[in-house]
């Protein structure tokens, strides 16, 4: 039976901390497709498809016109930086975008002018801007934010809203007693505790004003008990953590099909180098912390060295990310593979994938903010794991359960939760019936 989904009626909004490479990038593309000057090339909700029913029916609708999406011709931007730049200045100097396409753009970019953000250096050592709030304590600064979360959807007219967080990654902060509940959380936002970073006051802001929220970078955020909680009482769904794009998600395709073919890894080396405000403020060891966290847990969760000891125990994975300017935001990642096959004969495989950070990550804020939305109104609160498919680290609904990174699991999750809140059958690719029969072969999945 169909879930109880609300219609996206209205336009929704979509707020987005740090409006860098990244978030100029999502808002020039959607105001590009509209226009019918580009392709939303690499959103699932606005090209994937769905399989429905058996192959044989060859029933694949678009995604979009099987489950009810909000339509990205009626949404509204806005946000938060450190700088002062309307988004044609911003995406200008972001690089990431061709001058003639955003000579274009230029009269929707330029209207679209950022909040003052909650910024402190001491998260972000690398980054300083001018357009940033003040107040005596972290409470006031989240109380400012829920204020203008208020007058951005009175302003613009918007239904709904939706947060992703887009902005560069902040050191590493574990888990502590402050995160623990509800209670002790507020507290420290009126005590100032250090172990509350701004993306955290982000989360606690847009959750309290019942908007769905994302974490696209590494750093803790909404991945804590108190804002968890916080999040089903309120009824807000929650995900993340840190967007998939260049060297992980090519990770999450390679890994499986090693293991799928009982192929032994002994090692991966893996190095990046980029050049834009992410690659600067990953230049800063404490930063650099939380990503390697982030990436370095990929590649234990879908081997399992512990029930493949002949295959992954001696595994060596190394992770480094290198700051070099004058490649800008077109990351260069480079994988060492060192396999082993029958009767333990050593291989080699070599990756070198030069991607488009921003361009990657751009179709899965507009696929989060569009899946949040959906989740809202089918009253789907607190972590969504269905949504695993776009982060390097998901987030999970059970405390000390290790994520899935496998890209092919995440993505028959995500769309079997699309075909159970339609009330279809879940594909599990089972093949012919059990009791195999001649007319049982013409009922394979």
Known sequence: MASNIKQPEGKLGILLPGMGAIST??????????????????????MGRIRIGKRTEKNSPLIK?????????????????????NMYQAATNAGVLDRYLLEQLKPDLEVIKPMKAVFDKHYVTKLDGPNVKKAATKWELAE??????????????????????????EIYIQESEVHQTIESLEAGLKNNDINIPPSMIYAYAAIMEKVPYANGAPNLSADIP????????????????????????MKTIVAP???????????????????????????DPNSFKSKEVSKLGVLEEILEPEQNPDLYKDLYHKVRINYYPPHGDNKEGWDNIDIFGWLGYK????????CRDSILAAPLVVDLAIFLDLAQRANMSGVQEWLSFYFKFPQE??????????IFKQEMKLLNTLRHLQGEELITHLGFCLLYTSDAADEED
Not at 25 to 46: D, E, L, R, W, Y
Not at 65 to 85: H, M, Q, S, T, Y
Not at 347 to 354: A, N, R, S, W, Y
């Open 25 to 46: 990038t999502v808002i020039a593309g959607v105001i590009a497709v509209n226009k019918g000057i580009s392709k939303p090339i690499g959103s699932t909700t606005q």
């Open 65 to 85: 016109d099987f489950i009810p999406l909000a339509d990205i011709k009626n949404v509204a931007f806005g946000g938060w930086d450190i700088f002062e730049d």
């Open 144 to 169: 400012q934010v829920r204020q203008d979360i208020r007058d951005f959807k009175a302003k613009n007219n918007c239904d709904r809203l939706v947060m992703v967080w887009c902005g560069s990654t």
């Open 226 to 249: 108190a804002l968890v909680k916080l999040a089903k009482n309120n009824n807000v769904p929650i995900c993340g953590k840190d967007f998939k794009t260049g060297q992980t998600l």
């Open 257 to 283: 099909g090693l293991k799928t073919r009982n192929l032994g890894i002994a090692g991966w080396f893996s190095t990046n180098i980029l050049g834009n405000r992410d690659g600067e403020v990953l230049d």
């Open 347 to 354: 291989m080699q495989i070599k990756i070198d994938f030069l």
């Open 397 to 406: 609904k059970v405390a000390g359960l290790k994520p899935m990174h496998d």
